[in-house]
């Protein structure tokens, strides 16, 4: 089993910055591809960022690009996601997620099989 807690939601307005961190619960965190998706009101979940257990490969929706940046810390069993510039179509529930079973990067939100609660991020303009 593997627990994800999100934390570093809030309120920012356009042109801010914003933390979010994700720990993880296991021994074999090194191990996980991890991942950041959102989902606005009224939309599907989507990609957002992923990065490989070994923090060396990452990947990027086109629409953050430039913008954020994922990274982990398997000392501490958390991945960050920095999120700079920020616009109010960034405005979503922000969710991280564990890949378990699988040892390359995904982007596809069926690949990964343990999600966190969620954390608001709200960009105001």
């Known amino acids: 089993q593997v627990q994800l807690v999100e934390s570093g939601g809030g309120l920012v307005q356009a042109g801010g910055s914003l933390r979010l961190s994700c720990a993880a619960s296991?021994?074999?965190?090194?191990?996980?591809?991890m991942g950041w998706f959102r989902q606005a009101p009224g939309k599907e979940r989507e990609f957002v960022a992923a990065?490989?257990?070994?923090?060396?490969?990452?990947t990027y929706a086109d629409s953050v690009k430039g913008r954020f940046t994922i990274s982990r810390d398997n000392a501490k069993n958390t991945v960050y996601l920095q999120m700079n510039s920020l616009k109010p179509e960034d405005t979503a529930v922000y969710y991280c997620?564990?890949?378990?079973?699988?040892?390359?990067?995904?982007?596809?939100?069926?690949?990964?099989?343990?999600w966190g609660q969620g954390t608001q991020v709200t960009v105001s303009s």
């Open positions: 296991g021994r074999t965190f090194s191990r996980y591809t």
């Open positions: 990065i490989l257990w070994s923090g060396v490969s990452t």
């Open positions: 997620a564990a890949a378990t079973l699988l040892s390359s990067l995904s982007r596809d939100r069926l690949s990964y099989n343990y």
